[in-house]
């Protein structure tokens, strides 16, 4: 839906739309969803990148397991309970 809302010519988003959901047939509907849920939380809607989000493999990163590592232990690094 975002893809259509955001081309200026009706015919660009329909072609658009119709080689993302072509991408089916070589990765998966899975992948496909996958690729396009990051970017949409990315906010770029566009073949293009679904494309490199696919190529690259970036659908297959769980972007909630980036965001739980912790950090090493240094003197420099104050943690959270300095903010408090």
Do not use: T, W
């Not at 912790?70 to 959270?80: Q, V």
């Amino acid at each position: 839906m975002q893809l259509l809302e955001h081309k200026q010519h009706p015919e660009q988003a329909y072609r658009s739309c119709m080689g993302v959901l072509s991408m089916a047939k070589k990765v998966g509907n899975q992948r496909l969803s996958n690729a396009c849920k990051r970017a949409l939380e990315h906010h770029v809607f566009n073949y293009k990148i679904v494309h490199n989000i696919l190529k690259r493999g970036l659908d297959k990163i769980d972007e909630e397991s980036d965001d739980q590592q912790s950090i090493p232990f240094h003197n420099n690094i104050r943690g959270d309970k300095y903010y408090e």
